[in-house]
């Protein structure tokens, strides 16, 4: 299990690149940023992964955009994983996806994993201008055209929402940038297995396992099942080796967590009574409580 320092819901922006430091020194695998393009104030889009249909974030989070920010944590970084949980690839032309997320790769030296989703804020589509039914099918065409014109070579495209002919774009990254999918329904768990990697949703032990079966039963189908596939877990419950042990052995599996931030799942086990999260020196001690825990347990690989 590899585990990743989850930026969500942190509203510190200036520490970010502090906090990436510290997550290498300690051995993390990876940090991720969320990603909001605009946001509404007033939603009626229910969010899925309350039970209340309600954001567990003021409407005054910041959104710091993620590719900058991946970049900048990875000037400092040398070996740390970077990863947006997640784009809203859908919300943009795939020129300024593949742009982006091509140039995070350089700077980075290709450290980056471009995690999307179809998004859930009709709101935010609304805004935009653009088709919130349709926005599956959107994604599908955008990670597509990244990955064409990625290559750094003349290509032309005809599809449902983009049509382009003899256009490159380069500089281009040098490795294919991998990406991985969040979601929980049965065309987001197929969107992830056609792609790298699938990004948890907050789920019990036996739903994680669930659906981490039917996505390999998604990989067999499409004949990818012995072919790298990684899984971001977000437990909502206590893991240990026995249920690792448990998964489908053709994942690479990785764990996304906030040891400083509480949530609707649970409290910030590793910060103690009196301890303020908003400040540096907090987040590092429960960093590094988080990696002791586990370390002494074992199950720190």
């Not at 992964?49 to 000037?75: C, F, I, K």
């Not at 009574?273 to 409580?289: I, N, S, Y």
Request: charged share 25%.
């Amino acid at each position: 299990m590899k585990y990743w320092i989850s930026l969500v819901n942190t509203k510190e922006v200036d520490q970010f690149v502090d906090i990436a430091k510290k997550a290498e020194a300690l051995g993390y695998e990876g940090i991720t940023v969320p990603d909001h393009l605009i946001y509404p104030t007033k939603i009626h889009t229910r969010y899925p992964y309350t039970e209340d249909g309600r954001v567990w974030w003021p409407d005054t989070n910041p959104w710091p955009d993620p590719w900058v920010t991946l970049t900048a944590m990875g000037m400092v970084t040398s070996e740390l994983k970077l990863a947006s949980n997640i784009y809203l690839a859908a919300l943009r032309d795939p020129f300024t996806v593949a742009r982006a997320t091509g140039a995070a790769a350089i700077f980075t030296h290709n450290r980056v994993r471009c995690g999307v989703s179809s998004g859930w804020v009709k709101e935010e589509f609304d805004l935009m201008g653009m088709e919130f039914c349709s926005r599956g099918r959107r994604l599908d065409e955008v990670i597509h055209c990244m990955h064409q014109l990625h290559r750094g070579e003349t290509v032309s495209h005809s599809g449902e929402f983009y049509n382009y002919k003899n256009v490159i774009m380069q500089p281009a990254p040098t490795e294919r940038i991998p990406v991985w999918v969040g979601g929980a329904s049965t065309p987001a768990l197929q969107r992830a297995a056609r792609n790298d990697g699938w990004l948890g949703v907050p789920l019990p032990n036996k739903s994680l396992k669930d659906t981490v079966d039917k996505l390999f039963d998604f990989r067999r189908d499409l004949g990818k099942y012995d072919q790298q596939f990684d899984v971001v877990l977000s437990p909502m419950e206590s893991i240990d080796r026995n249920f690792v042990d448990s998964l489908d052995p053709a994942g690479t599996y990785h764990s996304s967590v906030l040891p400083w931030t509480p949530s609707p799942w649970g409290r910030a086990f590793w910060v103690e009574e009196g301890e303020d999260h908003t400040e540096l020196e907090v987040k590092f001690r429960a960093m590094e409580r988080f990696h002791d825990m586990l370390t002494d347990l074992g199950m720190w690989d």
